[in-house]
Nanobody, 117 residues
Framework: QVQVVESGGGLVQPGGSLNLSCVASGSISFSTHNWGWYRQAPGKERELVADITRAGSTNVVDSVKGRFTISRVNAKNTVYLRMNTLKPEDPAVYYC??????????WGQGTQVTVSS
């Protein structure tokens, strides 16, 4: 069983920053997987925000380009999402998981991000 645990969410003002972390544990060869950060806002479907390949190549969706950065530290089985210049449209529960190319795991609880003045 593989478990992913997200953390780092919270309440920030518009323009603020947060660092999200995702730690994977269990029977997993972390470095062989591609990883993604996803978010789900109330009443909306879960969507991909950013992903990172085994080789470290990254991609972010247009709505967060220039503001969000994804990274990974294989030695720590951890994926990060640095979020700068948070906007009112960014609040959601943020999750990490795999990618179709290398497989998904059971979804974690996610971490709540709230942007409010």
């Amino acid at each position: 069983q593989v478990q992913v645990v997200e953390s780092g969410g919270g309440l920030v003002q518009p323009g603020g920053s947060l660092n999200l972390s995702c730690v994977a544990s269990g029977s997993i060869s972390f470095s062989t997987h591609n990883w993604g950060w996803y978010r789900q806002a109330p009443g909306k479907e879960r969507e991909l925000v950013a992903d990172i390949t085994r080789a470290g190549s990254t991609n972010v969706v247009d709505s967060v380009k220039g503001r969000f950065t994804i990274s990974r530290v294989n030695a720590k089985n951890t994926v990060y999402l640095r979020m700068n210049t948070l906007k009112p449209e960014d609040p959601a529960v943020y999750y990490c998981n795999g990618r179709p190319s290398t497989g998904f795991f059971r979804w974690g609880q996610g971490t709540q991000v709230t942007v409010s003045s």
